[in-house]
Nanobody, 123 residues
Framework: QVQLMESGGGSVQAGGSLKLSCAVS????????MGWFRQAPGKERERVAR????????FYADSVKGRFTISQDAAKNTAYLQMDYLKPEDTAMYLCAAAESTRAGGCYSDKYWGQGTQVTVSS
């Protein structure tokens, strides 16, 4: 059974930083694509960042480019989201997701999800 467990959320003032972690267990196939989503009350879920299975290709939403960095440690089966220069509009529940990788190095749809960790940024 695949499980994803997020940690690292909390409350911070605008301009501050947080680092989220997502520990993956029970995944037995080749390295997955890992991603972070966020959802604020009354808003749709938004893909924030994604890292492909090769570890070198990444995607970021325009709203976080230059401020957030996604990474992964394959040996620890853990993905990270370093969030700097946080803004009040970054306040949301942040969820980790894993997708199986394609043979071409792409990603299938996100299949496994964590429960989320809350990030609150005050002005």
């Amino acid at each position: 059974q695949v499980q994803l467990m997020e940690s690292g959320g909390g409350s911070v003032q605008a301009g501050g930083s947080l680092k989220l972690s997502c520990a993956v267990s029970g995944y037995t196939r080749t390295r997955p694509c890992m991603g972070w989503f966020r959802q604020a009350p009354g808003k749709e879920r938004e893909r924030v960042a994604r890292i492909f299975s090769n570890g070198g290709s990444t995607f970021y939403a325009d709203s976080v480019k230059g401020r957030f960095t996604i990474s992964q440690d394959a040996a620890k089966n853990t993905a990270y989201l370093q969030m700097d220069y946080l803004k009040p509009e970054d306040t949301a529940m942040y969820l980790c997701a894993a997708a199986e990788s394609t043979r071409a190095g792409g990603c299938y749809s996100d299949k496994y999800w964590g429960q989320g960790t809350q990030v609150t940024v005050s002005s």
